[in-house]
């Protein structure tokens, strides 16, 4: 299991997350569909953690319209995967 620092993340016209990035990685873009199979199955970890802030984890969760990636709430708005740069 590889823990994946994200310092970028995909979004739709809704803003809701469709891939999750990292420059100079080979596994960046990383799909949404593929992180949450990767997180579920326990095969990666994939976590934000912008300079100053601490690292929090990114989660699935089961919405009213199906699974989607959320990073865990923390006291730095920095670390929201909604408001990491676009990729």
């Known amino acids: 299991m590889a823990d994946r620092q994200v310092t ?3 979004k739709d016209n809704d803003g809701d997350i469709t891939k999750l990035c ?3 990685e080979t596994w960046s873009p990383r799909l949404k ?3 949450i199979r990767d997180i579920e199955n326990g095969l990666h970890t994939y976590f934000v953690q912008q300079p100053g802030t601490t690292r ?3 989660t699935v ?3 009213a319209t199906g699974k989607y990636l ?3 709430a923390d006291k730095s708005s920095k670390n929201n995967l909604d ?3 676009d990729c």
């Open 8 to 10: 970028a993340s995909g």
């Open 70 to 72: 959320r990073s865990t």
């Open 83 to 85: 408001n990491l740069p």
């Open 61 to 63: 969760v089961n919405g």
């Open 56 to 58: 929090v984890n990114v």
């Open 22 to 24: 990292k420059a100079g």
């Open 33 to 35: 569909a593929d992180a």
